[in-house]
């Protein structure tokens, strides 16, 4: 991993800066960088949901959402066996009611969630109820070995200031005794054990700054406004799930969702080295998307929609002809429920974190939220298109497949996100 030295360039030394964590980077952050004072927060303003973010982050003109531009994934897994005491889950209160306090809630501010594991929920002798769909996670391919996060928790941080969602993890992990100027008198770690933390970014410029990786060419082809390394926009509006659309309208959880978290490793000097521009398009979207010249640079062009959904019923008809299909394409067919709508809102961005080493490695962290764990699975296995190489020789299981040849899963995660009510340390039936 980098070391944060005065040289970098401006969004290279505030990625390293999460990426490194701590006191010391949150020091040379905060000492390098004049920002504007941080809005504090009300505890009462909050919206009912954890997941709740559309409403409080930045939008383009399009209406297409921009995610906070850095991100801190804490996995922890809480003291002891059973169910948690009474204490450890006012000390989880006190823990979450300090952000709450310290910072407003958008992404100028700080958005954050607290999620548990099916692992969590086995702590309580009651099930969780039949309607709640979280099974323990599994490999979802016949070409990946995963390895699977089942930690009892993961706490999300986002904000588009770097020196928050540091100031935030260092109060969280007991490196800081104060937030924004509010007192910090609980720490996760006095109720539990960081097993991992991931950092990533997302935004244009950051993936073309941060682009000197294990999995990118040496020629530096990420375009500087491209929010992703792979060089497209991604997560159109009319593309998404709507927030309302994942959201539990009922039981003991109403106002949750469900969440999955996987981390992908990128290898894309093919990508870039063997494929031309409209190679990617067509691998990335679909070949109509080429065909009729629908993306121009980055796809900013597309607006709101990227137009997927009228290339999904002849995916067959493309790989005959063309000899390969595109990502989008495929992933589509699974993403629609039986009304229509689209079935998962993503929130994926990017890293160089290569997990449990010190080098810089392209990947990514890819968030859904669904209101079942089966409809992130469906969609999965759909863009898998394990059915293409029947239809032509052409495509094989990875080759000329979207672009299964560029990334590997490396972990997965699934977890429930309770609303806001019961995030800290529920129980398995929070109404009982």
């Known amino acids: ?29 905060v000492g390098r960088f004049d920002s504007e004072p941080v ?24 209406g297409n959402s921009k995610l906070p531009r850095h991100q801190i994934l804490l996995y922890v897994d809480f ?40 692992s969590y929920f086995e702590r309580f002798d009651e099930p969780l109820p039949d309607s709640i769909d979280l099974p323990q996670p599994t490999a979802l391919s016949p070409f990946e070995s995963p390895t699977f996060d089942t930690q009892d928790a993961v706490i999300h941080l986002a ?96 106002g949750g969702t469900t969440k999955v978290i996987a981390n992908l490793r990128q290898r894309l000097d093919d990508w870039y080295g063997e494929q031309s521009y409209d190679q990617r398009v067509t691998e990335l979207f679909s070949p109509g998307h080429t065909e009729e010249g629908l993306v121009e640079g980055v796809g900013a062009n597309l607006g709101g929609d990227s137009g997927i959904d009228q290339f999904v019923d002849r995916i067959e008809a493309d790989a005959e002809q063309y000899g390969r299909v595109g990502h ?25 974190d290569d997990i449990g080493s010190d080098q810089r490695v392209a990947s990514l962290h890819f968030p859904t939220l669904q209101r079942g764990i089966s409809d992130f699975e469906e969609v999965r296995r759909a863009m898998n298109g394990t059915d293409l190489p029947d239809v032509t020789p052409a495509i094989r299981q990875r080759v000329n497949n979207g672009i299964l040849e560029y990334i590997f899963v490396r972990r997965r995660g699934y977890f429930l996100v309770p609303p806001r009510r019961y995030r800290s340390l529920p129980t398995s039936r929070p109404d009982a």
């Open 79 to 118: 003291d002891g066996e059973g169910p948690p005491s009474s204490e450890m889950r006012s000390t989880l209160s006190e823990v979450l009611g300090t952000l709450d306090r310290s910072y407003e809630w958008s992404s100028r501010g700080l958005l954050f969630s607290v999620a548990y594991s099916l």
């Open 1 to 29: 991993m980098a070391r944060l030295t005065s040289d970098l360039p401006r969004r290279r030394f505030l990625k390293t800066a999460v990426a490194l964590g701590g006191a010391s980077a949150l020091s040379a952050c």
């Open 328 to 352: 989008a394409q495929k992933a589509a067919r699974g993403n629609r429920d039986e009304n229509g709508e689209v079935k998962l809102l993503r929130r994926h961005f990017e890293s160089t």
């Open 159 to 254: 904000s588009d200031r770097a020196d928050i969602v540091l100031e935030a993890d260092a109060a969280l992990r007991g490196e800081r005794e104060d937030a924004n100027g509010e007192s910090v008198t609980a720490r996760i770690t006095d109720i539990a054990t960081v097993d991992s933390r991931r950092t990533g970014f997302i935004g244009a410029g950051l993936p073309a700054e941060n682009q000197d990786a294990a999995g990118i060419p040496d020629s530096e082809p990420v375009p500087e406004d491209s929010p992703l390394f792979m060089g497209f926009k991604a997560g159109f509006q009319g593309n998404q799930a709507s927030e309302a659309h994942v959201t539990f309208d009922d039981g003991p959880f109403a």
């Open 39 to 62: 809005p504090t927060g009300d505890p009462n303003a909050k919206p009912t949901s954890q997941h709740a973010w559309r409403g409080y982050i930045r939008q383009d003109e399009h």
